[in-house]
């Protein structure tokens, strides 16, 4: 991780894709005759510094994509390029450990990351010991506590077993192991989305100073439009496994254009929201049906 200049910063509207991806395509067969197309002609890029969040109701694609984006999912064509180099299927050790260098993942349950039976410094070692061959056991352990300290835990916190951490905890530890690769970009999959809102609030803030102190790259999965304008500089809005609209926040929050969009934005939770009845039916139906 490098520390973002304010020469950086400034620069960000103009910055480099750190990830490219390019036509994907990605289809699940699930019988001899029913398959689901989770991918379909797929482009998109994260900007250097910034943060693409990846928005779209269960089933448009959205994990798919982060999935094939980090290398646990082939697509059937198409390309994706994290700085510069393809991410192509491989079992070689050193490939692997490359990427991870360059991008980790946190998902919706930190509990997957985490050994019940140990406490979570274990995971976090684990992590080390693959990333830092420079430091023995004590510096591990200096650097484990200082990586806690980044994300709001103590000792007390990092000598636990995962079932004496609440959610929230938890997804601090799970962003602990994402940041001791020391990675260019968290791919961050409904992250924050298991979370009661004021501790989600909470984690995102944290999420928006670790980027900026250390000029990490967001791809931010999310089915919640309330969290976007938060965290995010882009959007890509999925349906059914295509793009169906993109630009930054403000274009997608504010001047939405595509109906299914404004669909998605009327049925975020906000202040004062009420489900509206009906409204799942719209977005299934077809959001050209109902403004
Ligand atoms: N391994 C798989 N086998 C079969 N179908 C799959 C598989 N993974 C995803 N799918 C299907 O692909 C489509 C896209 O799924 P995906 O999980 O990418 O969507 P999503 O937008 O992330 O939804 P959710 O938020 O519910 O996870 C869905 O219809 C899903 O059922």
Request: glycine fraction near 6%; hydrophobic fraction near 40%; include cysteine.
């Amino acid at each position: 991780m490098t520390e973002t200049s304010p020469a950086q910063s400034a620069t960000r509207g103009d910055a480099a894709p750190i990830i490219e991806v390019e036509h994907l395509e990605r289809t699940f067969h699930l019988s001899r005759t029913a398959r689901v197309t989770a991918l379909d002609d797929v482009s998109c890029a994260l900007r250097a510094g910034t943060c693409l969040a990846v928005v779209g109701e269960s089933g448009s694609g959205k994990s798919t994509l982060a999935r094939v984006i980090v290398g646990l999912e082939t697509a059937d064509a198409g390309e994706v390029r994290i700085a510069g180099t393809p991410v192509r299927p491989t079992t070689s050790r050193r490939a692997l450990h490359e990427r991870a260098k360059l991008v980790q993942m946190v998902f919706q349950d930190p509990q997957g990351s985490l050994n019940r039976s140990l406490p979570v410094a274990a995971t976090i070692n684990e992590m080390l010991q693959a990333h830092r061959p420079d430091l023995d056991r004590a510096g591990r352990r200096a650097r484990l506590l200082e990586l806690f300290a980044e994300v709001g835990l103590t000792e007390r916190h990092a000598d636990a077993k995962p079932e004496a951490l609440s959610g929230g905890q938890k997804q601090r530890v799970a962003i602990a192991r994402a940041l001791a690769a020391e990675p260019e970009v968290l791919v961050l999959d409904e992250a924050v989305s298991a979370l009661d809102v004021s501790v989600q609030a909470q984690v995102l803030d944290l999420l928006k100073r670790l980027r900026s102190e250390h000029g990490l790259s967001y791809l931010f999965i999310t089915h919640d439009l309330s969290v976007v304008r938060d965290i995010a500089d882009d959007v890509v809005v999925m349906r059914t496994g295509r793009i169906i609209e993109r630009g930054t926040v403000s274009d997608i929050l504010d001047r939405p254009t595509d109906p299914y969009t404004r669909l998605l934005l009327a049925s975020a939770p906000r202040p004062g929201w009420k489900p509206r009845r009906g409204l799942r039916d719209a977005l299934i139906g077809g959001a050209d049906r109902t403004p």
